[in-house]
């Protein structure tokens, strides 16, 4: 027990001449090891995309809420007479007439 715990802390099966297959083992796990990293800073990434995308679409919904709001003040006929009574433009005092043309 004891000589197999300390050939395993001298590294003995890196070193014997079958060690070729542990060599390619650890080569193996090292690599996947990688790959789950990578895999893992991508996913990340995503993450933060994701969220950074999501605030640019709440701040753009509340710009649109604002602009429509300001379109439909300014449509407002109280808001048109207003702005037009300073270029001199009253609103009519008689009732609108329908014209008929008859052929």
């Given at each position: 027990m004891i000589k197999?715990?300390?050939s395993?802390?001298?590294m003995e099966f890196l070193i014997?001449?079958?060690s070729f297959k542990n060599w390619r083992m650890i080569l193996f796990?090292?690599?996947l090891a990688l790959v789950m990293i990578s895999s893992g800073h991508s996913a990340d990434n995503k993450i933060f995309k994701i969220a950074s995308l999501n605030q640019n679409i709440k701040a753009?919904?509340?710009e649109f809420i604002e602009?429509?709001?300001f379109l439909r003040d300014l449509k407002m006929e109280s808001n048109i007479i207003k702005?037009?009574?300073d270029k001199g433009l009253v609103s009519s005092t008689k009732q609108p007439f329908k014209i008929v043309i008859i052929k």
């Open positions: 197999k715990l300390v395993f802390l001298k014997k001449e079958d796990f090292s690599i753009l919904k509340s602009q429509r709001k702005k037009l009574s």
